[in-house]
């Protein structure tokens, strides 16, 4: 399968920050979730995508073209939006459909109008007036309605209302039935994360903590509570978090198999508990132990 | 400027060679884009454009009608080209940063490259072409009107000094982001309008003839005609010189 981006060793170094290596494939079709709290390095790597910021090192590719070399050719079928991004504030959204309808042959009239009455906007409405959810579906408008094979979204549902935000994941996830186009967004809420995406990358202060397939990723974690006493170290790879009170431990392991709770026994833990993660506690588990080491 | 070329950029930031079957053939600017954010620049200041063109339409106007009438008209006409050139400077590039339009417009097929050019156009669309008009005009009341003839060599020198002017703003205003540089260049500017205004009225060569009936182009007018005309074209290429180099917005 041909990937729709690829990072590949990619450095990009700030005054305040360096993003440290960061490796990433989205194979074409597939939604990938980008996960960091502020400062993580998701904003820079979406911004490379676009081909507005060169790396120091390594190499990006988007829809097969390096960047930022090609990126008039990559942007013509990317389409972005971002938390800070605003629109003309004088003028109406018609006019920004017109404006953008000048730039793409591929713009879908019928499509943009359908969006339009599907997110409830008046198009007429100068843009100034529009509250921040109104401004994310009035991008939204502008960049799905070309139908780019490639979506980038930076921080799309940041500050929506309960109801626009069940709006723009429900058209996200509409447009998600098209196999042919990627979409890859940054978001804070792991819920919409875990709700939209196929694989997921977590970035923390420039570095990569992981990136892969989500249901694998998931699948890999438990949480175990367990009793007993704890002499020296535990003895188990992959250990990410080691909580105790007393003689009950709560271990948050990242290479679950069943041949963990064996070796707890063996050692003389009663284990009482063994549960799934959220992709919200993996990712806290994840920062907290990147934070630590 | 349509030309086709190869992208020269065959290698990546790390040196490693790139596939070139991905390296398409394309112009080096993308034209129909450049077009439209010329368009919509104009569109989004065509009142502030005609609010400044009536100005100074209004100036012309009067400025033949008595000595008053003259020294309010002159006024008011240098008020309006200056004032015409640095709010559209401050609406098309200082607002589209500071409101964060800029983001929208770089997540479009466009280059730096592009960008740049469709800056220059724009410049050229909504400041030259009216400050044209505005100068002809001038001209044309000088001509037409009982005002001395020889004002007009003045006249010129000082009309081509706001253009010169405004050329350091705009290219200024290109190569830095922050707000408080070009401000404080827009007002720096203004503030040597005034002298230079003095130094050549002061001039026997230049202000001597001013009230004359007689039109006088002499080697010091033409002099600094000429110095006027060739920073602006240097200014330019300059500015388009390092601006189309750059293969990255941010």
């Not at chain 1, 960061?22 to 996960?35: A, F, S």
Request: with cysteine; proline share 4%; hydrophobic share 45%.
């Amino acid at each position: 399968m041909q990937n729709a981006v690829e990072f590949h060793q990619v450095c990009k170094r700030y005054p305040e920050f360096y993003l440290d290596n960061l490796t990433l494939q989205l194979p074409r079709g597939q939604v990938m979730g980008l996960v960091g709290v502020n400062g993580a390095g998701k904003s820079t790597a979406l911004r490379m995508i676009l081909g507005l910021t060169q790396p120091d090192s390594g190499t990006v590719n988007v829809l097969g073209y390096p960047m930022p070399q090609c990126q008039v050719q990559a942007k013509e079928n990317i389409g972005y939006a971002a938390e800070d991004m605003r629109l003309y504030r004088n003028e109406n959204l018609r006019w920004h459909m017109q404006f953008i309808q000048s730039i793409y042959p591929s713009w879908d009239p019928l499509y943009a109008e359908h969006l339009v009455k599907r997110f409830d906007m008046n198009p007429n409405q100068l843009t100034k007036s529009y509250s921040h959810g109104q401004r994310v579906k009035a991008s939204l408008i502008l960049l799905l309605a070309r139908r780019p094979r490639l979506v980038v979204l930076d921080e799309p549902t940041t500050g929506l209302d309960p109801v626009s935000r069940y709006e723009v994941l429900a058209e996200l996830a509409e447009i998600l039935r098209d196999e042919s186009r990627s979409v890859l967004f940054s978001s804070h809420s792991t819920q919409d994360v875990e709700q939209l995406s196929d694989s997921i990358t977590f970035l923390h202060k420039g570095k990569t903590l992981a990136s892969q397939d989500k249901e694998t990723y998931i699948d890999s974690w438990r949480r175990i509570l367990c009793t007993g006493s704890l002499e020296g170290e535990l003895g188990l790879a992959g250990v990410a978090e080691l909580k105790s009170n007393g003689s009950l431990h709560e271990i948050k392991i990242k290479i679950f198999d069943a041949s963990v709770v064996e070796r707890l026994r063996e050692k003389g833990f009663v284990v009482s508990q063994v549960e799934r993660m959220s992709l919200e506690q993996i990712f806290i588990a994840s920062v907290r132990e990147a934070t630590k080491s | 400027m349509n030309q086709v070329v190869e992208n020269s950029a065959n290698t990546n930031s790390t040196g490693g060679a790139i596939d070139n079957s991905v390296m398409e053939k394309r112009p080096m600017l993308n034209m129909p884009v450049i077009k439209s954010l010329v368009y919509k620049d104009i569109y989004l200041n065509r009142k502030l454009i005609a609010t400044y063109i009536g100005g100074a339409i209004f100036a012309l106007s009067i400025i033949s009608l008595g000595e008053w009438q003259f020294f309010m008209g002159s006024i008011v006409l240098i008020s309006m080209m200056i004032g015409l050139g640095n709010h559209q400077l401050s609406t098309s590039m200082i607002s589209e940063r500071k409101e964060q339009t800029l983001v929208f417009i770089m997540s479009q097929p466009v280059s730096p490259a592009d960008y740049a050019m469709a800056k220059f156009l724009s410049n050229i669309a909504m400041f030259f072409v009216p400050w044209s008009f505005l100068f002809l005009t001038t001209i044309g009341v000088l001509i037409l009107t009982p005002l001395p003839d020889g004002l007009l060599p003045f006249t010129v020198l000082i009309c081509v000094l706001i253009l010169l002017n405004h050329c350091i703003t705009w290219s200024i205003a290109m190569e830095v982001e922050s707000e408080g540089i070009i401000l404080t260049i827009m007002i720096g500017l203004n503030c040597l309008f005034n002298p230079a205004l003095y130094f050549l009225a002061d001039s026997p060569d230049i202000g001597g003839h001013t009230r004359g009936a007689d039109i006088v182009w002499n080697a010091t007018s033409i002099n600094v005609l000429i110095l006027e005309v060739v920073a602006i074209v240097l200014l330019f290429i300059a500015t388009l010189y390092f601006q189309m180099r750059k293969k990255v917005f941010i």
